[in-house]
C-alpha cells in the first residue's frame, strides 16, 4: 500500500513539473554604451577645478 501512495505522488509530481506549453525564449536587446562626445580639455578640467579647491583651502 506504501509503495502504490509513493508512486502515485512521485506520477502527480512529475505531471505537474513538466505541465505547461512551449515558450518562445524572451531576448534582451543589446546594450549599447554610448561615448560622450566632449573635447580633449573637458578631461582636464575636473582635476584642475579640484587642485585650485586643494590649494585653496591649504593657502
Known sequence: MKKTVLAAVLIAAASTASAGGMMEPVMEAPVIMEEAAAGSSSGML??????AIVVAVAG
Do not use: C, I
Not at 575636473?46 to 587642485?51: C, N, S, Y
Open 46 to 51: 575636473m582635476p584642475l577645478l579640484l587642485l
